[in-house]
């Protein structure tokens, strides 16, 4: 499902199906069920062979591993061609002695690019935007975080949401600000007088009847 505003620019909405895709790759063709089982964080760039694109897939790649352990796959792209991201990832083998192990989508018609919200012209007519989506492993979006093309993202920062989102679907709670695994977690505020009359009583580390943490 998509959304479009005044502007015609689509937007994916979170907690709906992620849009399909059918795209060639460095690593060929991909399409959105291969990745049915695992989580996904899709994430664009603006231009192969630019600095800050740069240093952005070397903290990807950096973290690859990482990812893996927490059943999460990664995917790049951009509006440049195939041949291009070959040419720049064998570069950054070259130039920084670092192996980019993730797919690359080629997305000269922008139709993946357009069908996840990508291109802003207020940025560029051309260029997807610094955006990332994190999927998870129904093939339902979950989060999306966008980004302008001057400032690079925190690698950090995804590995910590995946992980928030992983941990409030498997124990169904919420995570306070900057939640690492083994801190507290928020317990969903009550939703009638009595559980809220009940709530202090619970045994949780309780402000007041909306606010309280537990230990998982």
């Known amino acids: 499902m998509e959304y479009s505003n005044e502007t015609g620019i689509q937007f994916p909405r979170l907690n709906e199906t992620a849009p399909a895709f059918n795209a060639l790759t460095t ?124 400032n690079g993202r925190s690698i950090d920062e995804f590995v910590r949401l995946v992980n928030a989102l992983q941990t409030s679907d498997a124990n169904g709670i919420a995570t306070p600000e900057n939640w690492h695994p083994g801190d507290k977690v928020i317990v969903p505020p009550p939703a009638t007088a009595d559980a809220a009359e009940a709530r202090m009583q619970e045994g949780h580390e309780c402000v007041d009847w909306y606010f309280c943490k537990k230990e998982l």
Request: charged share 25%; hydrophobic share 45%.
């Open 27 to 150: 690593h060929g063709v991909k399409t959105n069920q291969d990745y049915l089982g695992k989580w996904l964080i899709l994430f664009s760039h603006p231009a192969d062979f630019t600095p800050v694109c740069t240093t952005e897939f070397i903290a990807f790649a950096k973290r690859a591993e990482e990812f893996k352990s927490i059943n999460t796959e990664l995917l790049g792209l951009s509006i440049d061609s195939h041949y291009s991201h070959l040419a720049w990832i064998r570069n950054i083998k070259e130039k920084f002695d670092i192996d980019i192990p993730f797919p690359i989508i080629a997305d000269l018609d922008m139709k993946v690019a357009k069908s996840y919200g990508m291109i802003h012209p207020g940025a560029a007519d051309t260029s997807a935007v610094r955006a990332t989506f994190i999927i998870d492993d129904k093939g339902i979006l979950r989060a999306m975080v966008y980004y302008p093309m001057s």
